[in-house]
């Protein structure tokens, strides 16, 4: 399914609820094989395509769906109940179409390694949320999807089936406007939520005194134009 990117009437780039951020048609990092079908079921569902946040938490079921199947819960520390109201709230019948038993769900939590990851991107941006975004459980679900797919190998936008990195910032502009604000400089977006996370420990783990003069530099800043899984 093509996801419609709508175009602000006026022409410009709008970062918000939505986003022109590629050519008509083009979508940076569509999924493939099994987790496109699961990708292709939620958005035939979704109550609204053009929005970031119900494109990203759609790559972060399919992804999930996909790796670990159905039969268990798609985002770590997300139950049951929370898990069914999100897609009730924004991809109705979803379930129906991908045959989620939620009385098996209901006890059928996934164990994730890196869960203590997951609990301090999640409190991060909770912390840093914009109440008038969404409903409170709105952003939780999201916090919890980009918490997730920050774990992966790709860039953040790229394991969210993003169809590219502005509909991120749009997504994080909207939603989590004090940390969208804290990037000033353009920081990759996984590396900065992770660069937070340090400077909130009070731990450093870069070697150089400033990012201006890291050898590392292209990898926190520039293009994101890494082929997504």
């Known amino acids: 399914m ?42 035939a569902c979704a109550t609204d395509t053009e929005a970031p946040e119900v494109q990203a938490v759609a790559g ?6 996909d790796t670990h199947g159905t039969h268990l819960l798609p985002l770590a520390g997300l139950g049951a109940a929370a898990t069914r109201h999100l897609i009730a709230r924004w991809f109705p019948g979803a379930d129906a179409v991908l045959e989620l038993d939620w009385q098996s769900l209901a006890h059928a939590e996934r164990a ?79 590396k900065f939520l992770y660069k937070q996370l340090c400077d909130k420990a009070e731990l450093s783990i870069c070697r150089a005194p400033s990012c201006g003069v890291c050898s590392d530099y292209a990898n926190c800043y520039g293009p994101e134009d890494a082929v997504a899984a």
Not at 8 to 33: E, F, I, K
Not at 60 to 65: D, P
């Open 60 to 65: 972060v079921l399919a992804t999930a769906f």
């Open 112 to 190: 994730e390694p890196r869960y203590d990851e997951i609990e301090d991107l999640v409190a991060l941006l909770t912390e840093c949320a914009q109440p008038l975004a969404g409903m409170r459980e709105e952003t939780l679900w999201l916090a919890h999807a980009l918490s997730q797919a920050s774990l992966g190998d790709n860039h953040l936008w790229q394991d969210l089936h993003l169809p590219s990195r502005r509909e991120l910032s749009a997504l994080m502009n909207r939603w989590f406007p004090v940390l969208a604000a804290r990037n000033d400089r353009d920081m990759k977006w996984k």
């Open 2 to 43: 093509r996801v419609q990117i709508k175009r602000p009437v006026s022409g410009r780039t709008v970062l918000g609820r939505y986003v022109q951020a590629t050519p008509a048609g083009v979508h940076g990092a569509l999924p493939s094989g099994s987790r496109k079908a699961r990708w292709n079921a939620l958005m």
